[in-house]
């Protein structure tokens, strides 16, 4: 996901970090705001959902 995010809007993002974290934690953060939290919706999200986001 974070491959084609990057090749494709690569020019419109300044940077990208990916945190390790425990307790099943996959989280998307988008200029400091939380946009996806695996914890939350109980899945992974779909690449289309984080891009509407950029």
């Known amino acids: 996901m974070a491959e ?4 494709e809007k690569k020019m419109d ?5 990916i945190v390790p ?3 099943g934690r996959f989280e998307v ?3 400091g ?7 939350e919706e109980g ?4 690449t289309d959902e984080i891009k509407a986001h950029l």
Not at 4 to 7: A, K, M, R, Y
Not at 13 to 17: D, F, M, P
């Open 33 to 39: 705001e939380l946009v996806f939290s695996k914890l």
């Open 29 to 31: 953060t988008v200029d």
């Open 21 to 23: 974290a425990d307790g």
């Open 43 to 46: 899945r992974f999200p779909e």
């Open 13 to 17: 993002i300044s940077r990208c970090a």
């Open 4 to 7: 084609e995010i990057l090749n």
